[in-house]
Nanobody, 128 residues
């Protein structure tokens, strides 16, 4: 299983970026909850957004609610994160992950990383 993130970069505060995460080598992608996580230097990894297999239910951390939008295209095995109105505190390494504990649903705590088994290596986002 391989998850590859892209779309990170350096932007000024108030700017936007769109991250992508392409999954390969995994048959059940369309049946799994997916999540975006981020980790800033010296801080613990934080779950920021998750989406159910069919995209019908979405969860956001308070820190990004109203600014970030998660979506997925199951036909392309791709997860997206649209990030608008970026702030310096959004600077972090952003990673996507697949929840392999739950089938056709997310866990009761979809932003908790414990249910996520497969992870990408991440893409850096820097906001100045």
């Amino acid at each position: 299983v391989q998850l590859v993130e892209s779309g990170g970069g350096s932007v000024q505060a108030g700017g936007s970026l769109r991250l992508s995460c392409v999954a390969s080598g995994y048959t059940y992608y369309s049946h799994r909850c997916m999540g975006w996580f981020r980790q800033a230097p010296g801080k613990q990894r934080e779950g920021i957004a998750s989406i159910r297999p069919g995209g019908e239910s979405i969860c956001y951390a308070d820190s990004v609610k109203g600014r970030f939008t998660i979506s997925r295209d199951n036909a392309k095995n791709t997860l997206y994160l649209q990030m608008d109105n970026l702030k310096p505190e959004d600077t972090a390494m952003y990673s996507c992950a697949i929840d392999t504990r739950n089938y056709n649903r997310c866990s009761s705590s979809p932003l908790n990383q414990v249910a996520y088994r497969y992870w990408g290596r991440g893409t850096q986002v820097t906001v100045s």
